[in-house]
T-cell receptor, first 115, second 115 residues
Framework: AQKITQTQPGMFVQEKEAVTLDCTYDTSDQSYGLFWYKQPSSGEMIFLIYQGSYDEQNATEGRYSLNFQKARKSANLVISASQLGDSAMYFCAMREGGNFNKFYFGSGTKLNVKP | GAVVSQHPSRVICKSGTSVKIECRSLDFQATTMFWYRQFPKQSLMLMATSNEGSKATYEQGVEKDKFLINHASLTLSTLTVTSAHPEDSSFYIC???????????FGPGTRLTVL
């Protein structure tokens, strides 16, 4: 079974509007971490936000927030007030257990912000 | 945030030659680093986990004699693609986990083209 599932290959959003990128995960571990990364066309991977499995509050970082629904095993990324520079690939990732364990990445969502 | 550098950013080589890619953590020490490969419009595929002072751990299906990994110090890991062939052409990207949450910070990537 896929550890991380991103069901939206591509998304469009109007500039200044909010957008939600979906991510579901599969693990039997009690301790895990969830991450979102942005990859612009330049190829660099930019860390956006982290949510720990024991965190009770949803993580927020500026215009990014993570809608963490543990029972549903979902970790959706919400980008508020979209900007043209937000156009990129977005990857959801999970680390199970130990801090130096490997990450599992989803297939990604291509976000296009329209002016 | 933490900085991971990668060199070279782009390399073109002839079939049969070996190519070395360096990954450095610039402002922190990394006992563990990860090497990924990414094909166009696809997600990252973990190739191996590089461990300082010990052998790398390779993912299933990755040829360890083809992709040599050396974690020479707490700030440097190298990936050598030996006897490169056109099918090895890809985007190679390294990462290192950074406390406190051990999110992975990525290098800018190396685009390898084998002629």
């Amino acid at each position: 079974a896929q550890k991380i599932t991103q069901t939206q290959p591509g998304m469009f959003v109007q500039e200044k509007e909010a957008v939600t990128l979906d991510c579901t995960y599969d693990t039997s571990d009690q301790s895990y971490g969830l991450f979102w990364y942005k990859q612009p066309s330049s190829g660099e991977m930019i860390f956006l936000i982290y949510q720990g499995s024991y965190d009770e509050q949803n993580a927020t970082e500026g215009r990014y927030s993570l809608n963490f629904q543990k029972a549903r095993k979902s970790a959706n990324l919400v980008i508020s007030a979209s900007q043209l520079g937000d156009s990129a690939m977005y990857f959801c990732a999970m680390r199970e257990g130990g801090n130096f364990n490997k990450f599992y990445f989803g297939s990604g969502t291509k976000l296009n912000v329209k002016p | 945030g933490a900085v991971v550098s990668q060199h070279p950013s782009r390399v073109i080589c002839k079939s049969g030659t070996s190519v070395k890619i360096e990954c450095r953590s610039l402002d922190f020490q990394a006992t563990t680093m990860f090497w990924y490969r990414q094909f166009p419009k696809q997600s990252l595929m973990l190739m191996a986990t590089s461990n300082e002072g010990s052998k790398a751990t390779y993912e299933q299906g990755v040829e360890k004699d083809k992709f040599l990994i050396n974690h020479a110090s707490l700030t440097l890991s190298t990936l050598t693609v030996t006897s490169a062939h056109p099918e090895d052409s890809s985007f190679y990207i390294c990462s290192a986990p950074v406390p406190p949450h051990n999110e992975q910070f990525f290098g800018p990537g190396t685009r390898l083209t084998v002629l």
